[in-house]
T-cell receptor, first 114, second 112 residues
Framework: DAGVIQSPRHEVTEMGQEVTLRCKPISGHNSLFWYRQTMMRGLELLIYFNNNVPIDDSGMPEDRFSAKMPNASFSTLKIQPSEPRDSAVYFC????????????FGEGSRLTVL | GDSVTQMEGPVTLSEEAFLTINCTYTATGYPSLFWYVQYPGEGLQLLLKATKADDKGSNKGFEATYRKETTSFHLEKGSVQVSDSAVYFCALRYNQGGKLIFGQGTELSVKP
């Protein structure tokens, strides 16, 4: 079975550019999470969705960040405009609300903003 | 609010040494507790879990017991291997629809 699929795996961009990160959750999973990982701040929850509806976006740093989940098989995290402090690894994870409680992570998207 | 605190890393051990990584939590209710592991360049993956007090989770030689009285979920392994080198995250979660709250992670390095 395919796991959580994220793209791109690596992105290098310049300050001020728009960045879009994409995630395809595991088929049948109906809860999706976006995390950010940095050396300084560790693993931070940005936002999560249940059944495509945003439940908690209190971790989204500021208005430059937005996330959508238009359907059960796709989500995006957008940063506009990007800044060097946004450089991090962004992880998407999914879980089945009726399952064992194990969260399945993608391999991450490493973002570098110059 | 709810939180998870892990011991500071990095932890450096020799192969076959005994491992303990401390984890304590603060919670208003009775969450499930988890240990996740992250190998270099990869996402996190579940190592073990416990859903109620006194439960012991175990996997790949690792164990952790849910201790409500001390609000702890310490990770142990009797004999570590070089391949166990990774970052270990303790986490809690209330229900199937809730968010997973992670500790800051503890890096383990095992030397031959």
């Amino acid at each position: 079975d395919a796991g959580v699929i994220q793209s791109p795996r690596h992105e290098v961009t310049e300050m001020g550019q728009e960045v879009t990160l994409r995630c395809k959750p595991i088929s049948g999973h109906n809860s999706l999470f976006w995390y950010r990982q940095t050396m300084m701040r560790g693993l931070e929850l940005l936002i999560y969705f249940n059944n495509n509806v945003p439940i908690d976006d209190s971790g989204m740093p500021e208005d430059r960040f937005s996330a959508k989940m238009p359907n059960a098989s796709f989500s995006t995290l957008k940063i506009q405009p990007s800044e060097p402090r946004d450089s991090a690894v962004y992880f998407c994870a999914s879980i089945s609300l009726g399952g064992t409680g194990e969260l399945f992570f993608g391999e991450g998207s490493r973002l570098t903003v110059l | 609010g709810d939180s998870v605190t892990q011991m500071e890393g990095p932890v450096t051990l020799s192969e076959e040494a005994f491992l303990t990584i401390n984890c304590t939590y603060t919670a208003t209710g009775y969450p499930s507790l988890f240990w996740y592991v992250q190998y270099p360049g990869e996402g996190l993956q579940l190592l073990l879990k416990a859903t109620k007090a006194d439960d012991k989770g175990s996997n790949k030689g690792f164990e952790a017991t849910y201790r409500k009285e001390t609000t702890s979920f310490h990770l142990e392994k009797g004999s570590v291997q070089v391949s166990d080198s990774a970052v270990y995250f303790c986490a809690l979660r209330y229900n199937q629809g809730g968010k997973l709250i992670f500790g800051q992670g503890t890096e383990l390095s095992v030397k031959p």
